[in-house]
T-cell receptor
């Protein structure tokens, strides 16, 4: 499967714990995006990278959220001191900048439940 | 942020009928729009896109119409099938950046 993959698919954690999610983009894609999606809503943009550079992070929900893409390939999203309100689906997408269309292709998501 | 909204939160159609899902957007400077389909427990799946210099684009069983005058986007699905049951989102991409702005979504249910 050469699509976007995310790990884990599901994560249950207790309030106050830290969690980290991984995203592996489509191999030739240089842009990688993180979104959060709550039930019944469309994805909400959080941040994106072009190669290893994080070009937009003002939409990260708080300073408890951080993302990295150290080698310009896979990315991680970390949430520190989780709160119940962090429970959501976290989606990753990738695209190829400079292509005719910068269409974003999404992974299956990581569903986070904070107890 | 941008405002992208959908007129109807739910839509039920008979199998074989055509479906029309509507979307309103707010930023007249947006130049790229995408329709995504999202099945339960899965990530959004690209269906079709359209640029602002076009009024219509057709794919396999799907057509997207763009009316820039009233800032309205629609997705038409021909001969709707049970496998089309999902939530459909339109996404708006302003020409000022790479952020996608999604609406709330329309839940399509196909009745066999």
């Amino acid at each position: 499967d050469t699509g976007v993959s995310q790990d884990p698919r599901h994560k249950i954690t207790k309030r106050g714990q830290n969690v980290t999610f991984r995203c592996d983009p489509i191999s030739e894609h240089n842009r990688l995006y993180w979104y959060r999606q709550t039930l019944g809503q469309g994805p909400e943009f959080l941040t994106y990278f072009q190669n290893e550079a994080q070009l937009e992070k003002s939409r990260l929900l708080s300073d408890r959220f951080s993302a990295e893409r150290p080698k310009g390939s896979f990315s991680t999203l970390e949430i520190q001191r989780t709160e119940q309100g962090d429970s959501a689906m976290y989606l990753c997408a990738s695209s190829l900048a400079g292509a005719l269309t910068d269409t974003q292709y999404f992974g299956p998501g990581t569903r986070l439940t904070v107890l | 942020g941008e405002s992208v909204g959908l007129h109807l939160p739910t839509l039920s159609v008979q199998e074989g009928d055509n479906s029309i899902i509507n979307c309103a957007y707010s930023n007249s400077a947006s130049d790229y729009f995408i329709w995504y389909k999202q099945e339960s427990g899965k990530g959004p799946q690209f269906i079709i896109d359209i640029r602002s210099n076009m009024d219509k684009r057709q794919g396999q069983r799907v057509t997207v119409l763009l009316n820039k005058t009233v800032k309205h986007l629609s997705l038409q699905i021909a001969a709707t099938q049970p496998g089309d049951s999902a939530v459909y989102f339109c996404a708006e991409i302003p020409n000022t950046g790479n952020q996608f702005y999604f609406g709330t979504g329309t839940s399509l249910t196909v009745i066999p």
